[in-house]
């Protein structure tokens, strides 16, 4: 589709950018989880049912399940959506419900930017099909002289397709969707590249916050999920959960600041 609209270096810098965003969003939404409603989403006969006895063996469990969906969406929107954007040459898409519009002298091409190909279920994919059909409804009703494009782009894997009768856009992922928007059938590899050690070097932060949180959550858990002989209150976990009118969670006394 085109050349990469940036350089080199303002690519290594952009991702580096976007990672420390990254970074900040993970410490930030493990700060901000709360127990409760943490615990209402997950399956506390399984928990049962495979055993777990410990406290801290359930919240390490609860934050994992959740860290590791939370992250492919704080993700794809924080780091593969604006890169997209920046090295495709393209503008935000607000107004036609897409993530990027690329335009070049031949084609006006709308793209939706996914991580990879479990990105949602049947409704986010009507969803989405309609979005493409209003973008192209938009497309002809401002008489553009070029060809329109529909294009589901998915950062990672393999799954490439092209519009049908039944489907306007085309599916083009990892490699291909890289190549697609840049010329450049390397790009997906410089992407894990420009990295570098990054990564690792904030992942000191990270381990702070996952600490504090399973500390947290522990002593939260404790307090009002076990018995007083400190084995867990099973019958109290399955009613939160479960129960019709389920337990209330306690407020929190705030202590007066002395003056």
């Given at each position: 589709?085109?050349i990469?609209s ?5 690519l290594?810098a952009l991702i580096?950018?976007q ?7 993970r ?6 989880l709360?127990?409760?409603n ?5 399956n506390?006969y ?11 063996e359930?919240?390490k469990?609860l ?21 997209a ?8 898409a ?15 091409t709308v793209?939706q ?7 949602g279920?049947?409704?986010q994919?009507?969803?989405?099909k ?7 409804a938009m497309?002809?009703s401002r ?6 494009r529909?294009?589901l782009?998915?950062c990672?894997?393999?799954?490439t397709s092209?519009p049908?009768?039944?489907?306007l856009?085309?599916?083009r ?6 190549e697609?928007?840049t010329?450049d059938?390397?790009?997906?590899l410089?992407?894990?590249r420009?990295?570098?050690d990054?990564p690792?070097?904030?992942r000191?932060?990270?381990q702070?916050?996952w600490?504090?949180a ?5 002593r939260?858990?404790l307090?009002n999920?076990s018995?007083?002989e ?6 109290k ?6 129960g ?7 407020r ?8």
């Amino acid at each position: 589709m085109s050349i990469p609209s940036i350089s080199p270096d303002e690519l290594e810098a952009l991702i580096k950018k976007q990672l420390e965003m990254f970074y900040d969003r993970r410490i930030q939404t493990l700060s901000n989880l709360d127990l409760w409603n943490t615990l209402r989403r997950k399956n506390p006969y399984l928990f049962r049912a495979i055993g777990m006895q410990d406290a801290s063996e359930i919240v390490k469990e609860l934050l994992q399940a959740y860290i590791s969906s939370s992250d492919e969406g704080i993700f794809g929107h924080i780091f593969f959506e604006p890169i997209a954007q920046a090295v495709g040459g393209g503008v935000v898409a607000t107004d036609v419900g897409m993530d990027v519009v690329i335009e070049t002298p031949e084609a006006y091409t709308v793209v939706q930017v996914k991580s990879g190909s479990n990105w949602g279920n049947a409704d986010q994919k009507r969803k989405l099909k309609e979005n493409f059909e209003n973008a192209r409804a938009m497309f002809i009703s401002r008489k553009i002289k070029k060809q329109f494009r529909a294009l589901l782009g998915q950062c990672y894997g393999r799954a490439t397709s092209e519009p049908s009768d039944k489907r306007l856009y085309a599916v083009r992922s990892g490699q291909s969707f890289w190549e697609e928007i840049t010329g450049d059938p390397e790009f997906y590899l410089k992407l894990i590249r420009l990295m570098e050690d990054y990564p690792t070097r904030h992942r000191p932060d990270y381990q702070v916050a996952w600490s504090n949180a399973v500390n947290r959550f522990t002593r939260e858990f404790l307090e009002n999920f076990s018995t007083s002989e400190g084995s867990l209150d099973w019958e109290k976990i399955v009613q939160l959960n479960s129960g019709k009118i389920p337990p209330k969670k306690p407020r929190i006394q705030k202590s007066k600041s002395s003056i």
